[in-house]
């Protein structure tokens, strides 16, 4: 069974860093492209950034590009998200997705077919 679970977030303040963790099971982990999306309250879920753990490309969202980065580790079957330089407007619960690479790189984030429950950041003075 596919899984994936999120954890990592928080409450800190504006300027604080957070590190996200994707911790996957259930697939071949280097076949596979993770994302990361989130929703903020009474918004639409956005797709922010991905990596493809077939080639190490990675993508970002302009919102979160220079303050935020992917990588993996396929030891652990585990992907991160360091978020830096965090403001009010990256409040939102955060999710991981995952689709193979082949077919990730023509879709959209948020259209993987395999997430599961996210976390939640808070960033507030």
């Known amino acids: 069974e596919v899984q994936l679970q999120a954890s990592g977030g928080g409450l800190v303040q504006p300027g604080d860093s957070l590190r996200l963790s994707c911790a996957t099971s259930g697939f071949t982990f280097d076949d596979y492209t993770i994302g990361w999306s989130r929703q903020a309250p009474g918004k639409e879920r956005e797709g922010i950034s991905y990596?493809?753990?077939?080639?190490?490309?990675?993508y970002y969202h302009d919102s979160v590009k220079g303050r935020f980065t992917v990588s993996s580790d396929n030891v652990k079957n585990t992907v991160y998200l360091q978020m830096n330089s965090l403001k009010p407007e990256d409040t939102a619960v955060y999710y991981c997705e995952a689709d193979f690479s082949f077919r990730a790189r023509d879709i959209p984030i948020t259209e993987y077919p395999v997430w599961g429950q996210g976390t939640q950041v808070t960033v507030s003075s």
């Open positions: 990596i493809s753990n077939n080639d190490g490309s990675t």
